[in-house]
């Protein structure tokens, strides 16, 4: 029995990773930084005072986190302004699951990108609750985001299912004791041990049914 679904942002219905990569990389280039090399994969799924700090304090960026926050964050709007990289089939997942049920959002995008991706897409009225790390104690694979959803959604965790796509992401969500569907990124394909933790893995946002949902 499902009482509601709980939906990533990044990586599963819009294809912003790879942005968040080149935007990083280019204000850590601009600071004379390098890159390290498990950089992007460290900072999936982390809040924005989370990777913010690690940009300041692991990679070495100067000035306050907050200001290079605010740096990633306006490279990352004005992609958005360019071109909306929604994933194929996001939309129709999204418009099939909200017919049946209450959705939630448990993303580790800021409150900002969230919101303008949602009025973009004209799917803001589908959702029920949406929620950023930067909202909670810890961003993912902490539980924390997850935990906050269902509590807004006023739901049984078991009776939840969760769409991811990251090894942060899939442990955020089997750790807040959800049902988790994974639809790995091509480009960032989770850990093998992290997939592990999915009840469901799929290919593709098409293949995301009610039937499937329901039977996960």
């Known amino acids: 029995m499902t009482d509601a679904v709980v939906f990533d942002l990044d990586g599963v219905l819009v294809d912003s990773e790879p942005l968040w990569d080149e935007v990083r990389r280019d204000v850590v280039a601009s600071a004379g930084r390098s890159w390290p090399a498990d950089a992007t994969r460290a900072l999936q799924g982390m809040s924005t005072p989370e990777w913010s700090a690690y940009l300041t304090d692991v990679v070495g960026v100067p000035g306050r986190p907050e200001d290079v926050a605010a740096d990633v964050i306006d490279g990352m709007v004005a992609r958005y302004r360019e071109r909306l990289p929604l994933l194929p ?3 129709e997942a999204v418009q099939r699951l909200a017919s049946e049920w209450p959705l939630g959002l448990a993303s580790s995008s800021p409150r900002r990108l969230i919101d303008a991706v949602l009025e973009s897409a004209h799917l803001t009225e589908h959702f029920r609750v949406t929620v950023s790390t930067e909202e909670v104690a810890a961003g993912k694979p902490s539980p924390a985001v997850y935990d906050e959803v269902v509590r ?8 939840v299912v969760a769409i991811e796509d990251s090894s942060n992401g899939l442990r955020s969500a089997s750790a807040a004791g959800v049902r988790v569907i994974a639809v790995p990124n091509a480009s960032y394909p989770p850990q093998d041990d992290a997939l592990a933790l999915a009840d469901l893995v799929v290919r ?7 039937t499937l949902v329901e039977g996960s």
């Open 89 to 91: 089939g996001a939309v």
């Open 204 to 210: 593709s946002l098409d293949e995301v049914t009610t």
């Open 152 to 159: 807004r959604l006023g739901a049984d965790s078991s009776r």
